[in-house]
């Protein structure tokens, strides 16, 4: 299984950006895929997850503001951010849960200045 993430960038306070994640190989159907992210010298933290049924969860930081979705005939899970704020700047990485197994994708930076 691999996860490729894309969509990270430099973007003003108040701006949104859509981060997508394509996962390839050989997949059950019944997984859950999210989102976390990681600052330098912090631990990685949950962003969002979304379970193959649909079921969605948020770190309390990020509610209101970004939605995860999924596209299950692609295998493809978006994270799609508004209303961005600095302390959003981290790397971004998504990640696969299936059949006891966890798997990352590569990071993409996502940074919030002016």
């Known amino acids: 299984v691999q996860l490729q993430a894309s969509g990270g960038g430099l973007v003003q306070p108040g701006g949104s950006l859509r981060l997508s994640c394509a996962a390839s190989g050989s997949i059950f159907s019944i997984n859950i895929m999210g989102w976390y992210r990681q600052t330098p010298g912090k631990q990685r933290e949950l962003v969002a997850s979304i379970t193959s049924g649909g079921s969605t969860n948020y770190a309390d930081s990020v509610k209101g503001r970004f939605t995860i979705s999924r596209d299950n005939a692609k295998n493809m899970v978006y994270l799609q951010m508004n209303s961005l704020k600095p302390e959003d700047t981290a790397v971004y990485y998504c990640?696969?849960?299936?059949?006891?197994?966890?798997?990352w994708g590569q990071g993409t930076l996502v940074t919030v200045s002016s």
């Open positions: 990640n696969l849960g299936v059949l006891a197994k966890v798997y």
